[in-house]
């Protein structure tokens, strides 16, 4: 038996591959949307693809079962309480598909989801009465458990979820110890709380340090489970639903978004209303953007905050280093967003000299920002983290408004006043920076090397839980 996860670091998703090398029957469990990886290592191996499994509808980016099916024919399989557009086979408590050698048995675990599976991994050669690994999905991770918390605006509570994971994290708890546990996510996802940066353990391992496997009682455990998610990116809803549709393949969106474009002719798709996203590093959009554009890095979380600031139904340009844009529409079309029209051919050398298309980004170093506060006219100081980073320390008296709610903030935002934005290190101020000089404000810097930069300076935070401060006009 041949297992292999595949780790996709900017998603902090997992998929695999199983097969049987005697008869060259895989399958892939979980798969990301661009597929190149699983069709490669089944052609060197003389493999052939016949199985698909999602564990569950994923929130957090669209699984390449539709593309696997086009390109390989293999059949997609579902948790039996899954509905779906396309063809599929439904998989209940105790069905066992087998190839070869290796014994794939479905065991239903909702919670995070309502359909969701696992699959309990056999290699019969070695023991045909213990599996040899469970593939969890995101029922159980390493360190954590799935949150139940996000269908809620599509009919299931997230109390009625908590009551399924309960059950089912006690099922997993019986298998046997040395059972190898391979999850759909690890550290970074926000399908969790609590993942630990490890990709796989064993049974025996997460009942001793997972949380969520101790004894406990179930309403303990709905306490524990609910309680400090993060907010879920607001594009989760829209690939839980696309996830179960069919749709157009990652192939024919590339070759749909793929268009070069001349400066005037983004420059009119910006003025009907098309999302302008800059992607390169925020030094470069800081030194010269075209006024207006969007910035989310690919070197950082990009599929996340485009999929929380993007809209997936306007159209979509790219602004990109020559040669990025293959790869900024293809980590947009992982989660989703097919909405992309085009990119700027030539990057930003298509600009050129034109003064009137172009805008920067102020930089203000710590000692300069600290300097200014003491002055009569400080500036106001704008703090875009989260509220449980805010609250661990920040600079005294920032004001806190998170990147994720900027937009609809901003008007609490003095137009009159210097406004030093940051984050901290960098990427999220960049973004919230981009977005500021969208809502009309002039007067913008960026902090240096953000919340690490002013500590590294050893100026003074305020790492108290004061009320939490906002501003108005």
Not at 132 to 156: E, K, N, Q, Y
Not at 230 to 241: L, N, R, S, T
Request: charged share 25%; hydrophobic share 40%.
């Amino acid at each position: 038996m041949f297992l292999k996860q595949y780790y996709l670091g900017c998603l902090a998703h997992a998929s695999y591959m199983i097969a049987d090398e005697r008869t060259g029957v895989a399958a892939v469990i979980d798969p990301q949307r661009d597929i190149d990886q699983y069709l490669k290592d089944a052609e060197a191996k003389g493999w052939k693809i016949q199985y698909v499994f999602l564990t569950h509808f994923h929130a957090d980016f669209l699984a390449g079962h539709i593309e696997l099916n086009e390109k390989t024919g293999a059949h997609i399989y579902l948790g039996e309480q899954a509905e779906a557009e396309y063809d599929f086979t439904g998989v209940k408590d105790g069905d066992v598909i087998e190839f070869g050698d290796v014994r794939l048995k479905i065991m239903e675990t909702p919670g995070h989801t309502p359909e969701g599976i696992s699959i309990l991994v056999f290699d019969l050669l070695k023991d045909d009465r213990n599996p040899h690994a469970v593939l969890t999905g995101d029922t159980m991770f390493i360190g954590d458990v799935g949150r139940p918390d996000l269908l809620a605006s599509i009919g299931v509570t997230a109390d009625e979820l908590s009551d399924m994971l309960y059950d089912s994290v006690n099922r997993l708890k019986e298998l046997p110890d040395e059972t190898l546990v391979y999850p759909a996510h690890g550290a970074g996802s926000m399908c969790g709380k609590a993942l630990s940066e490890e990709t796989f353990s064993t049974i025996g391992e997460q009942k001793k340090f997972n949380y969520a496997l101790k004894p406990m009682s179930r309403e303990k455990f709905k306490e524990l489970v609910t309680a400090d998610q993060m907010e879920a990116p607001k594009y989760f809803v829209h690939d839980a639903i696309l996830n179960r549709k069919e749709r157009r393949s990652l192939d024919e969106t590339m070759k749909a978004s793929l268009v070069p474009m001349a400066l005037e002719e983004v420059l009119q798709r910006q003025e009907d209303g098309a999302q302008l996203v800059d992607v390169r590093n925020g030094y470069e959009y800081e030194g010269a953007h075209i006024f207006g554009a969007t910035n989310v890095a690919l070197e950082g979380m990009y599929a996340t905050w485009s999929g929380t600031l993007l809209s997936h139904e306007t159209p979509i340009v790219v602004v990109a280093e020559d040669g990025g844009e293959e790869e900024a529409v293809m980590r947009l079309g992982r989660i989703g967003f097919d909405n992309v029209v085009g990119y700027l051919k030539g990057s930003m050398a298509a600009v050129g000299d034109r003064e009137d298309v172009l805008a920067r980004t102020s930089l203000m170093t710590s000692p300069a920002l600290a300097e200014q506060l003491e002055s009569p006219e400080p500036p106001l100081v704008l703090d875009v983290r989260s509220e449980r980073e805010w609250q661990s320390g920040h600079i005294s008296g920032s004001t806190n408004i998170p990147l994720t709610h900027l937009r609809e903030r901003s008007g609490e935002l003095p137009h009159d006043r210097t406004i030093v934005v940051h984050c901290k290190g960098g990427y999220r101020s960049v973004i919230a920076a981009s977005l500021l000089e969208q809502a009309g404000f002039g007067d913008v810097f960026d902090l240096v090397g953000g919340l690490k930069g002013w500590e590294a300076s050893t100026l003074p935070t305020d790492s108290s839980d004061a009320e939490h401060v906002t501003c108005s006009a």
